[in-house]
């Protein structure tokens, strides 16, 4: 009977138990091994965005470009998908548990072991699935690679297999990291990428339009630069009329404003603020007289991981519409096809934004110019200012309902329940004082706390995220990408720290699960 009750996914259990793997050390990593794998893979990150996929036509359309800062890699490189097949399985299989559609207790280890191996299958069968339509019009084979290989059908497998070679290297870095490096891979490369963005958008002294030369018209695109050459250049008649609106909220090619820096930074530091905000419960030891510690339920529970999970939900569901709308094949199908419903876009200028249609209202909030200036000024691009308003209200719901739903999946499937706490902490010898030392009286303590903080958590975080889409960022690294970054590099510094003190003290390595 016990077997009728398993999950279908025991049916690729020999597949998973076999499945090629970064091996985890048997033995403790020291703490400068840590910090060369995960510098080594950041180098190698780097190095493989700029490596061109070969046999592209000069035409490449970026189906992530509003969410490049939080899907990573970059346009038209092997690197092209990003992270978006990890996190795009990640999200499948999290609403499939946390639906009771895959019936897996994650509280078990049988069950967390098929769920973490059938997500690697998964992430294969979804670099494909976001590989094979990039052939169509967006990563279309060079007429050089097609008569070289001798057709088109060709052409189009080898640049789908380089798009194939890209995904699973991102997947075999992150995994690295994660066994052998410090943090999280998908986490460092989102950082990596936002701030490469940002350093760009900040200081960048080449003009937008790099035909032309340095104008006022045609400014230099960082924020420094541009503001200074503006600033200098500009008469008193020119800052009337409508010079201060290009100096703070940008105009055109020059979208590297004041107000954008202002939200930079302001993002970071109340980032800063709300991750040192949490509840500390008080430990002693069981055995230890006089040993005490706290255990610390940060304000921010579950990280920054809902936010990238959304984000990417959200671009896979801007790639599914763009194909719907403008792929040879899916274009024509019925219901589906070419419908406004779903999303209306124009490809003819290079973006792959949507213009128009229910994807437009679920598009990224990139800036005041794209929501808050349109509804003060009466529209823009044939939509009322109602649209915009509407566009705004839902972004900023989904967001935050979103978020909330995926740090509730996440604390369940990364063993930060009450319940596997409460394990953890039991298994290091502390205790709660006043409670009797029993994992399930500590679980119920912590359900008080962990659930509660969770909701407020992934809700904050939306909201934040949700906040800084709106008032816009330098660098077009998205609000998204800075909320996350500065997250990151906080969790990064304290990861660190907490290494650093294992190092030293090895009887916190039982504590912090890191034997």
């Not at 010079?243 to 302001?266: E, S």
Request: aromatic share 10%; glycine share 10%.
């Amino acid at each position: 009977m016990a077997e009728e009750k398993k999950s279908r996914l025991y049916l690729l259990k020999p597949i998973v138990e076999r499945w090629p793997a970064v091996s985890k050390p048997e033995v403790h990593v020291n703490f400068r091994t840590k910090i060369l794998w995960t510098v080594l893979c950041l180098i190698l990150f780097f190095t493989l965005t700029n490596v061109m996929i070969y046999g592209v036509t000069g035409t490449v359309l970026d189906m992530f470009a509003s969410y490049r800062a939080i899907m990573s890699g970059a346009s038209g490189s092997i690197m092209h998908l990003g992270i978006g097949p990890i996190v795009t399985a990640s999200i499948i299989l999290q609403l499939f548990v946390g639906a009771k559609i895959i019936k897996l207790d994650l509280t078990k280890e049988e069950d967390k072991s098929i769920y973490q191996g059938s997500q690697k299958v998964l992430v294969i069968v979804m670099i494909f699935v976001e590989a094979i339509p990039q052939v169509y019009g967006y990563l279309s084979p060079s007429q050089g690679l097609i008569n070289l290989v001798g057709g088109r059908t060709l052409a189009d497998i080898i640049i789908i297999l380089q798009l194939f070679l890209g995904a699973y290297l991102v997947f075999l870095m992150d995994e690295l990291i994660s066994k052998w490096g410090i943090g999280s891979g998908i986490s460092l490369f989102i950082a990596a990428g936002v701030s490469q963005q940002i350093f760009t958008g900040v200081f960048n002294w080449i003009p937008a339009s790099a035909t032309q030369a340095v104008s006022i018209s045609n400014p230099p695109a960082g924020t420094i630069p541009g503001t200074y050459y503006l600033a200098t250049h500009m008469s008193i008649g020119d800052m009337v009329d409508g010079g201060f609106q290009i100096i703070f909220l940008g105009h055109g090619g020059h979208v590297n404003a004041l107000v954008p820096l202002i939200g930079t930074i302001a993002i970071f530091f109340i980032v800063t603020y709300t991750e040192s905000s949490r509840i500390e419960l008080p430990l002693a030891h069981a055995t230890v007289r006089g040993a005490r510690g706290r255990y610390p339920i940060r304000l921010i529970y579950s990280s920054n991981i809902p936010v990238i999970l959304m984000s990417a939900l959200l671009a896979n569901i801007n790639m599914f519409a763009l194909l719907f709308y403008t792929h040879p094949a899916l274009s024509n199908l019925p219901i589906l096809g070419k419908q406004w419903w779903i999303g209306i876009y124009d490809t003819s200028t290079g973006s792959t934004a949507p213009v128009g249609g229910g994807a437009w209202y679920l598009s990224n909030l990139n800036g005041v110019n794209t929501w808050l200036m349109p509804i003060l000024s009466g529209g823009s691009g044939g939509h009322a200012p109602w649209q915009f308003a509407a566009k705004a209200l839902i972004y900023f719901t989904l967001m935050i309902g979103g978020s909330i739903l995926f740090a509730k999946f996440w604390i369940e499937t990364t063993d930060m329940g009450p319940q596997a706490v409460a394990k953890q902490i039991q298994g290091s010898g502390m205790v709660m004082p006043g409670f009797r030392r029993d994992p399930r009286v500590l679980s119920r303590v912590l359900e008080r706390y962990i659930p509660v903080v969770t909701v407020i958590g992934g809700a904050m975080v939306g909201a934040l995220a949700a906040s800084a889409d709106a008032i816009g960022t330098v660098g077009n690294a998205s609000g998204t990408g800075v909320l996350l970054t500065a997250g990151i590099m906080i969790q990064l510094y304290e990861q660190i720290a907490k290494e650093q003190a294992m190092e030293m003290h090895p009887i916190l390595r039982s504590f912090f699960g890191a034997e």
